[in-house]
């Protein structure tokens, strides 16, 4: 287990401490021992405090871009794709209760495994990492580890507005449909895309609209 993160040259100290940030409520259990939730609580805090630091650093965004962008890429969505870059999910400790970890349980043992990181190896050890693991994703504004139209809703909830999305058209022969989606926020279109379904035209959709806020 401690080859982990070997590839971005960090190594394990204190192997009972990284096994704890591997071990799921429904192993801990089982085997009277503790699970992740106190370093994945920690994790999510040093993550965010690494993020604040590189947006501040790296651009000239304003604060409400910035808040936005630090969301985007430490939410689950994107700890799940970085997990999948160090085959995370084959380490986790699950109980006989639990087939397999789903998308949420590896994103928080990913933030576990960043808190033992800065435990054993402080903060710079974490932005090395987060340079390497992290900023390519940020660089290439790779857009798969974005669910959209949860972000929208996010950012609109905080303004107390309404999302509504619109279907305006559909075209096309039947394998090979074109949906036209428009996004309306307090009855105003704020974003107009299509896609091979409805929900992609939704996704792409929100997706013009979420930019159009962060900027």
Not at 122 to 134: A, E, P, R
Not at 147 to 163: G, H, M, N, P, R
Request: with cysteine; proline share 1%; hydrophobic share 35%.
């Amino acid at each position: 287990m401690k080859n982990i993160f070997k590839k971005y040259g960090i190594k394990f100290k204190n192997e009972l401490l990284l096994t704890e940030a591997l071990t799921h409520s429904s192993y801990a259990n089982e085997q009277d021992t503790v699970s992740y939730e106190r370093l994945e609580f920690l994790g999510d805090a040093v993550l965010e405090i690494v993020c604040s630091d590189y947006l501040y650093t790296h651009t000239d965004y304003p604060e409400g871009k910035m808040s936005r962008l630090r969301s985007l890429y430490v939410c689950e969505n994107a700890l799940y794709e970085y997990s999948k870059e160090i085959n995370l999910k084959d380490y986790i400790l699950l109980g006989n209760g639990v087939d397999e970890a789903n998308k949420t349980i590896i994103a928080d043992v990913f933030e576990a495994c960043i808190a033992v990181i800065y435990l054993e190896n402080g903060l710079s050890t974490v932005k090395k990492l987060f340079n390497n693991l992290i900023v390519p994703y940020i660089e290439r504004h790779d857009d798969f580890l974005m669910d959209y139209k949860s972000l929208l809703q996010e950012s609109v909830q905080t303004v107390k507005k309404s999302v509504e999305y619109k279907l305006i058209s559909e075209s096309g022969p039947a394998h090979k449909k074109v949906f036209e989606v428009e996004v309306i926020i307090d009855g105003l279109c704020y974003g107009k895309a299509t896609g091979g379904s409805k929900k992609e035209a939704e996704q792409n959709a929100a997706k013009e609209a979420y930019m159009k806020r962060a900027q």
